[in-house]
T-cell receptor
Framework: GQNIDQPTEMTATEGAIVQINCTYQ??????LFWYQQHAGEAPTFLSY????GLEEKGRFSSFLSRSKGYSYLLLKELQMKDSASYLC??????????FGPGTRLSVLP | DADVTQTPRNRITKTGKRIMLECSQT?????MYWYRQDPGLGLRLIYY???????NKGEISDGYSVSRQAQAKFSLSLESAIPNQTALYFC????????????FGPGTRLTVT
């Protein structure tokens, strides 16, 4: 079966760095995505990894290891507005998107 | 104007009723998706369409049907709504020419009583 695991909740302090982990077991692999979703709003795209390694985009970075079925999203210089849910998603062999349950991040002052 | 729109934004309906959720996009993307989101379960794929003549079932298609009326329009129907279809429904399009990211509509909150 298809399975994506993420921690349910995380808490961090404003200005700090936080790493959100994602592990996956899917039918094939055609890319891993991270989305941000504020409460009551639509998800918005953060990053896309298809090859192993680190992709950096401003304060956000995403890492992928295909052999380990593992990814993480790194958020630096946390701001209050970063309080949101972070969704890990994998595109499988059939071009379907499989989403994890999401990690709710709370940033405290 | 928003690139991906959904109507209605909120709907309360009774068990057994037929209901249609509509999605329109101005992004010019061929691929469109319907998801439902439930607390603790994340987004689950209901149906997807790679072009007007191509419709595919997702993970949880039972109880739902779709229609791709044009490149810009993709509708989701619940033929006979049941309470466990109460959820937040999102439509999305996919950018195949760039980052492969999905663009989500604002969502429709559906309550079946």
């Amino acid at each position: 079966g298809q399975n994506i695991d993420q921690p349910t909740e995380m808490t961090a302090t404003e200005g700090a760095i936080v790493q959100i982990n994602c592990t996956y077991q899917t039918s094939g692999f055609n890319g891993l995505f991270w989305y941000q979703q504020h409460a009551g709003e639509a998800p918005t795209f953060l990053s896309y990894n298809v090859l192993d390694g680190l992709e950096e985009k401003g304060r956000f970075s995403s890492f992928l290891s295909r052999s380990k079925g593992y990814s993480y999203l790194l958020l630096k210089e946390l701001q209050m507005k970063d309080s949101a849910s972070y969704l890990c998603a994998v595109r499988d062999r059939g071009q379907n998107f499989v989403f994890g349950p999401g990690t709710r991040l709370s940033v405290l002052p | 104007d928003a690139d991906v729109t959904q109507t209605p934004r909120n709907r309360i309906t009774k068990t057994g009723k037929r209901i249609m959720l509509e999605c329109s996009q101005t992004k010019g993307h061929d691929r469109m998706y319907w998801y439902r989101q439930d607390p603790g379960l994340g987004l689950r794929l209901i149906y997807y369409s790679f072009d007007v003549k191509d419709i595919n079932k997702g993970e949880i298609s039972d109880g739902y049907s779709v229609s791709r009326q044009a490149q810009a329009k993709f509708s989701l129907s619940l033929e006979s709504a049941i309470p466990n279809q109460t959820a937040l429904y999102f439509c999305a399009t996919e950018d195949r020419d760039g980052t492969y990211e999905q663009y989500f509509g604002p969502g429709t909150r559906l309550t079946v009583t």
